[in-house]
């Protein structure tokens, strides 16, 4: 679809634009200053309105922390049957919203609404980041190792949630997990110089590494048992619940990833299940991302693991073993 815009600006300040599918763009203002712009919004994947507006703003500010960026302001983006649900509703996806907003250090200075028969919510951040350390989807190294940072399974749990099946177990861990931000995971990198980085989401785990695999022309080798997942998400799939999104994921991934055969369809599943506010996908050195696995860990962020690692470019994008 990307294909069918204009063609790049020639302007230099230009430093990320939609070329490499990165997670937001990058505009050079001064030498030491460029604005990290990014949007997302979605539809209700929870039934309390405050934490929908946790996750939605969670969601948008993680693309300002994979470009290695600080949120700075937001804009809201409501679409919203006022009659229907009321005011009150409405009122608390902005309160859940704005928390998680001051907690990222960034203020809400505005938005815009229109009266919709399905309630949308999102933001559009705007951040910022020093010009020669922004990270991108694209640099990854033969070497590197992959390490992700939070767990997987949350298009499989909420889908669950919609059938009201999810235990509570489920439900709390879930929430948890996507209205965490990836301030900590960012702020810990800084510390250290990765060669590409970028966030999940609905891609899922498989598509966002085949975006990194193409535009760093390298292949992934993928080990299933080292990918953290929130329990029971295996249990679920096998009683066919699956997001069609996921669905998607995987039958767009089917000539990028090759399969050792004792990985079921399931667990293949699993890995291109498409996600809201996942966690940052890093590719760097495997010496610094022990000491970063350290980092988090201190800092609570306990499933985040080296799951693979970077080799030469190979016939497909990822073998999962």
């Known amino acids: 679809m990307l294909r069918h815009l204009p063609p790049r600006t020639t302007d230099p300040n230009l430093l990320v634009g939609h070329e490499t599918s990165d997670?937001?763009?990058?505009?050079?203002?001064?030498?030491?200053?460029?604005?990290?712009?990014?949007?997302?919004?979605?539809?209700?994947?929870?039934?309390?309105?405050?934490?929908?507006?946790q996750i939605a703003a969670a969601n948008a500010l993680s693309d300002v922390y994979a470009m290695g960026g600080k949120p700075k302001t937001v804009l809201n983006i409501v679409g919203f049957p006022i009659k229907k649900l009321g005011s009150a509703v409405l009122a608390e996806i902005l309160k859940g919203s704005s928390d998680k907003v001051a907690e990222a250090g960034a203020i809400v200075v505005g938005g815009h609404s229109i009266d919709d028969q399905e309630p949308k919510f999102g933001l559009s951040?705007?951040?910022?980041?020093?010009?020669?350390?922004?990270?991108?989807?694209?640099?990854?190294?033969?070497?590197?190792?992959?390490?992700?940072?939070?767990?997987?399974g949350v298009g499989i749990i909420t889908t669950a949630i919609k059938r009201e099946i999810a235990s509570e177990s489920q439900i709390h861990e879930v929430i948890k997990v996507m209205s965490t931000l990836n301030n900590i995971a960012s702020e810990c990198l800084h510390s250290f110089t990765p060669h590409a980085v970028t966030d999940i989401t609905g891609f899922g785990l498989l598509g966002h590494l085949s975006e990194v695999a193409k535009g760093s022309n390298v292949s992934f080798s993928l080990e299933f048992v080292k990918v953290p997942f929130i329990d029971g998400t295996e249990t679920l799939v096998k009683k066919g619940v699956l997001p069609g999104g996921s669905k998607s994921n995987h039958k767009w991934l089917s000539e990028s990833v090759s399969y050792e055969d004792?990985?079921?369809?399931?667990q293949q599943y699993m890995l291109c299940d498409a996600i809201t506010s996942g966690g940052l996908l890093v590719s760097m050195p495997e010496e610094a991302a022990h000491e970063?696995?350290?980092?988090?860990?201190?800092?609570?962020?306990?499933?985040?693991?080296?799951?693979?690692?970077?080799?030469?470019?190979?016939h497909h994008d990822i073998y999962v073993k």
């Open 125 to 152: 951040v705007t951040g910022i980041v020093h010009p020669k350390t922004v990270w991108r989807n694209v640099g990854a190294k033969p070497g590197d190792v992959l390490v992700l940072t939070k767990p997987l």
């Open 23 to 53: 997670d937001a763009g990058v505009y050079k203002l001064t030498e030491d200053i460029a604005i990290v712009q990014t949007v997302d919004y979605f539809t209700p994947i929870v039934d309390d309105p405050y934490m929908f507006g």
């Open 262 to 266: 004792h990985i079921t369809l399931e």
């Open 292 to 314: 970063y696995l350290t980092l988090v860990h201190d800092k609570g962020l306990h499933t985040a693991s080296i799951i693979g690692e970077v080799t030469p470019k190979q």
